[in-house]
């Protein structure tokens, strides 16, 4: 079965603080998909990054970046320089063989002016 | 092509009333999936289609719920006898069988059961 572990519910920072939402998670598949949404009020799911899981580079675009390692089952990401609108609710989500996304519980990010 | 449309936006009904949601997938995209979200949750799958054929369900999908996709294109998500446990947002996403493009999510719709 697969699992996403998202411990952080809540984080609350000041705008310009670096922040990093933490993502764990378990597959027994070999070849499988990560990926971070963000959901904003408004609720559509809105999508950030996908990674495979041969694929350990870590990635930078712009203002985001995500650290995938194998070893400790983790894909970490992190705002660098948060603004108000990066306020909103962050998935990490798994996709393995049979293509179905398993979803964590999500992470609610605040950003304070 | 805008995307993935989910219809109605929002719908609000009569426990016991039977609700029909509707999903527009992207075109090139042979894969359908429907997820549910409660509030403070991330969203649960409940099935999913690869063109016509409904390849999995959800063990949360009880009876009351059936969903089609009679032509591979768009699909149908019905609720029968409503609870008010029913009550969640209904997410419809759609990719291809590569996972090129990931998973692409429509609006949803949110149900309300009074």
């Known amino acids: 079965a697969q699992k996403v572990t998202q411990a952080q519910t809540e984080i609350s920072v000041v705008e310009k603080e670096d922040v990093t939402l933490d993502c764990v998670y378990e597959?027994?598949?070999?070849?499988?998909?990560l990926f971070w949404y963000k959901q904003p009020p408004s609720g559509e799911l809105v999508f950030l990054i996908r990674?495979?899981?041969?694929?350990?580079q870590n990635e930078i675009s712009g203002r985001y970046s995500w650290n995938f390692q194998k070893s400790t089952s983790s894909f970490n990401f992190t705002i660098t320089a948060s603004q108000v609108v990066d306020s909103a609710v962050y998935f990490c989500?798994?996709?393995?063989?049979?293509?179905?996304?398993?979803f964590g519980k999500g992470i609610t990010l605040s950003v304070r002016p | 092509d805008t995307g993935v449309s989910q219809d109605p936006r929002h719908k609000i009904t009569k426990r016991g009333q039977n609700v029909t949601f509707r999903c527009d997938p992207i075109?090139?995209?042979?894969?359908l999936y429907w997820y549910r979200q409660t509030l403070g949750q991330g969203p649960e799958f409940l099935t999913y289609f690869q063109n016509e054929a409904q390849l999995e369900k959800s063990r949360l999908l009880s009876d009351r719920f059936s969903a089609e996709r009679p032509k591979g294109s768009f699909s149908t998500l019905e609720i029968q006898r409503t609870e008010q446990g029913d009550s969640a947002m209904y997410l419809c996403a759609s990719s291809l069988v590569s996972l090129t493009y990931g998973y692409t999510f429509g609006s949803g719709t949110r149900l309300t059961v009074v």
């Open positions: 075109s090139e995209h042979n894969r």
């Open positions: 597959t027994r598949d070999t070849t499988y998909y």
């Open positions: 989500a798994l996709s393995g063989a049979n293509s179905k996304l398993t």
């Open positions: 990674r495979n899981s041969f694929d350990e």
